[in-house]
């Protein structure tokens, strides 16, 4: 267990309202570059002509057997992304190409589709961002579930990069303690939440895991832990893959289950994929309710959109949402309508006519600069004359997030 401390990072001071961190993108090979060029907005592998496809054998399979047809996409400006994950690196593993350039989406601007302000900046290894970004619970998504409880000390297991943190920390709570056991997830963490302690930990391990609860009982300090959240590893769960009930993984979140039992927060929040519902005929997500049930917590569980709390984003998410003394929590109402797909790719329309338009992938990230493919630098300046939307003013810091989602109202 290791205790990360600001210091082990770059600290280096900037003046926020011209800086933009992170903007750099993937390279791409000949051949990727070929097939890309062939994608129109919106389009996909299908679109890729027949000659070019015989050049891949990957592509050649999808084309024989079909498959998603997120893969090798395009995104579309006038619609939230599709969810942004860990392989935006690659443009076969989903929606990464930019709407506009023949490149993949870069890091600033798979953050901004995960609703990451610009001032959080992602540290390490860049296949490690890739991960910080693409694991991340969008912090506006976190957000709407942290107005659920009144505001409070938070502790946050399985932080990763601090989505879920920032959200909460958005709606007014305080976060006084986070682990992750992944050391470029913690200096990034540490980075970007300089008054939280952060403690790398992993979990598997039963004296780690008694060292932490030490840790948080010093970090308390007498006081009551209002909330506790997490995020357990989610890859047994998803359904990005084949899901596998034996994957050591799935174990933590009963790890997070005896440390509730052990810190008696006023509320939990778990937070999975949707796959989580699955799993076993559902017998896992069974289990963790009955768990929180027989340890007097009110359980609800949600599955939410998150274009409709201002994400630009079509991702969803399962939050187990455990409250003592009180009734199970309602799910947080949207702000923006949600999407709702037809039959097909193109086939899609507003859920809700009486909300506000989801924000689109064009209000997200067409204020950034002009890069090419494998290019882009960590560190540039930003000049505020580039920003055109009020998603833009959000993610730069210049306009509250009340004050966005009034303003959209208003432009109906």
Same mark, same amino acid.
């Given at each position: ?285 069974? =289990? +963790?309710?009955? !768990?929180?049930?027989? #340890?007097?917590?009110? *359980? %609800? ?6 274009? &409709? ?50 924000? =689109? +992938?064009?209000? !997200?990230?067409?204020? #950034?600069?002009?890069? *090419? %493919? ?6 540039? &300046? ?31």
């Amino acid at each position: 267990m290791t205790s990360i401390s600001l210091t082990a990072v770059d600290t280096e001071i900037q003046e926020a309202s011209k800086v933009l961190y992170n903007h750099i993108c993937s390279p791409l090979s000949e051949l990727d570059m070929e097939m890309i060029r062939s994608v129109p907005e919106g389009g996909n592998w299908q679109d890729i002509p027949p000659e070019i496809i015989q050049k891949s054998a990957r592509l050649t399979q999808i084309h024989r057997s079909g498959g998603r047809t997120t893969y090798y996409g395009r995104l579309r400006k006038n619609l939230p992304s599709y969810t942004i994950n860990t392989y935006f690196n690659r443009p076969g593993n989903g929606t990464f190409v930019h709407p506009e350039q023949n490149r993949l989406i870069s890091m600033r601007e798979a953050a901004r589709l995960q609703s990451f302000t610009d001032q959080y900046r992602f540290l390490g290894s860049y296949s490690s961002r890739y991960k910080q970004i693409g694991n991340a619970v969008p912090p506006l998504l976190a957000r709407a579930v942290a107005t659920l409880f009144d505001p409070g000390l938070v502790i946050d297991l399985f932080s990763g990069a601090g989505g879920l943190s920032e959200g909460f920390v958005q709606a007014g709570h305080d976060v006084i303690l986070a682990s992750d056991c992944n050391s470029n997830m913690c200096k990034t963490y540490a980075y970007n939440h300089p008054a939280t302690e952060v403690i790398q930990v992993d979990l598997h391990l039963r004296e780690q895991s008694e060292n932490l609860l030490e840790e948080i009982e010093r970090t308390l300090a007498g006081r009551h832990l209002n909330t506790l959240v997490g995020g357990p590893p989610c890859q047994g769960f998803s359904t990005a893959g084949n899901r596998n009930a034996l994957d050591s993984r799935n174990s933590l979140v009963f790890r997070m289950l005896e440390i509730v039992h052990t810190l008696q927060p006023h509320n939990v929040v778990i937070e999975n994929v949707p796959g989580l519902k699955w799993m076993q005929q559902g017998q896992v997500l069974e =289990s +963790v309710v009955r !768990a929180l049930e027989e #340890l007097e917590y009110s *359980v %609800s569980v949600h599955n939410l959109k998150a274009e &409709e709390f201002g994400v630009p984003q079509r991702r969803r998410r399962v939050f187990v949402v455990g409250q003592r003394d009180g009734d199970c929590k309602a799910a947080p109402a949207g702000v923006l309508a949600p999407i709702v797909r037809g039959r097909t790719r193109d086939d899609v329309k507003l859920g809700a006519k009486d909300l506000p338009s989801p924000v =689109s +992938v064009s209000e !997200a990230i067409s204020d #950034l600069p002009l890069i *090419v %493919s494998g290019g882009g630098e960590d560190l540039i &300046e930003y000049d505020v004359n580039w920003t055109t939307t009020d998603y833009q003013r959000l993610m730069r810091e210049s306009l509250s997030f009340d004050d966005f989602i009034t303003k959209r109202a208003e432009q109906g």
